[in-house]
């Protein structure tokens, strides 16, 4: 089974997240359904199919967040010494060629976002940056081609996935 890490406040909502899909939307939409079912003749009953179609969804959103919390791996990377990059280490590179500066910080799949410059621990980019060191040299292959770019730093920054 591959532990899923995360941030605890990411733990958090998605547990809130499963606890409240089990204890209220089921009963909910148990209610929807048999109301649905009273109206009659089931083949053209388009409100039990909703329903019914909702509840499929909703069972399976359930089941994703079954299994992702129980792979939870909490990581307060606040402790971690991000002397290599890993978990939650910010990361400050330098285009080889073009002098651009990025920076990305590594953290969970469900707190992923690209724009924000939050990338998933299991992308590409995070796996060919884990374990390096700054001043290493780090080759990528991006939908662009390869590049290369120095590792110029390594950090621990507070993330904010709000």
């Known amino acids: 089974m591959q532990k899923e890490p995360m941030l605890e406040v990411t733990y958090k909502k998605l547990s809130q997240e499963l606890e409240q899909l089990k204890s209220e939307e089921r009963g909910k939409i148990a209610k929807v359904i048999d109301e649905a079912r009273e109206l009659g003749d089931l083949k053209e009953n388009a409100e039990y199919h909703a329903a019914k179609d909702k509840q499929g969804l909703m069972e399976a959103r359930i089941a994703e967040l079954t299994d992702v919390v129980g792979r939870a791996q909490v990581v307060d990377p606040s402790t971690l010494a991000h002397e ?3 978990f939650g280490s910010t990361v400050e590179l330098t285009d080889q060629e073009t002098d651009e500066e990025i920076v990305y910080t590594i953290v969970g799949g469900y707190e992923s ?23 290493d040299e780090v080759t990528l292959t991006l939908p662009s081609g390869k590049k290369t770019y120095d590792i110029e730093e390594i950090s621990y920054v507070e993330i904010n996935i709000g």
């Open 84 to 86: 290599r990059v890993s």
């Open 113 to 135: 976002n690209p724009q924000k410059g939050l990338i998933s621990i299991q992308s590409p980019m995070a796996r060919a940056l884990l374990g390096k060191e700054e001043g």
